[in-house]
């Protein structure tokens, strides 16, 4: 695999675990299309480790939990989901203690959760409860649009009452899935970045 590759000069490498999701969301901004075996990815992450720092990510890491060993490997104390295979099988945290991680950041749209994701939000307040009873750390991951933008203040008070331990927002973006959606007037323009972070 890494004779495929040209050399990077840079010092930080994110590989991509695979495509697969239990879910479509319609915001869903990932493009690329493939999955690694398990094995495949451990040699990746052991090939590259030597060089670079490594994290991983999705799409949805949870749908093999045979990836773990590569989070193992180079020490990732967290994780991204979509909180559904936890809401299926509790235990899965259980396991992911066993491999070292420490934090899961799960996705959370103030605003429009409903509207674009189908693991609904009451769902994924269940989840943070069965987080919270395992002593298992998260945070929310958020996508901002013209809906939310405005709302910086009130999104973090309802991170604070879920129980998370911080929120990370993400711009909307039209790309993969979220090409297809019908509104597409949820990029942000630039008056509305500015008046985003001038909230932060």
């Given at each position: 695999f890494l004779t495929k590759m040209r050399e990077f000069d840079g010092n930080k490498v994110i590989v991509m675990c695979c495509s697969?999701?239990?879910l479509s969301c319609k915001h869903c901004y990932i493009s690329y299309g493939g999955n690694r075996s398990s094995d495949e990815l451990l040699q990746i992450?052991?090939?590259?480790?030597e060089k670079y720092k490594v994290s991983?990510?999705?799409?949805?890491?949870?749908t093999n939990l045979e990836y773990l060993k590569s989070y193992k490997e180079i020490g990732q104390k967290y994780i991204l989901s979509n909180g559904l295979a936890i809401y299926r099988n509790p235990e899965i945290i259980d396991i992911l203690i066993e491999y070292g991680?420490?934090?899961i950041s799960i996705s959370y749209h103030f605003g429009l959760h409903d509207k674009?994701?189908?693991i609904p939000s009451n769902i994924l307040e269940?989840?943070?409860e069965i987080l919270r009873r395992k002593n298992f750390n998260y945070r929310l991951m958020t996508t901002v649009t013209t809906t939310n933008y405005n709302m910086v203040s009130e999104m973090c008070r309802k991170t604070i009452e879920l129980g998370a331990r911080g929120i990370y927002f993400t711009n909307f973006i039209l790309q993969g899935t979220a090409l297809n959606l019908s509104d597409k007037g949820l990029v942000l323009n630039e008056e509305q970045i500015k008046m985003f972070f001038e909230q932060i």
């Open positions: 697969d999701c239990n992450v052991k090939q590259l480790k991983l990510n999705g799409a949805e890491v949870l991680l420490e934090s674009i994701s189908l269940e989840v943070f």
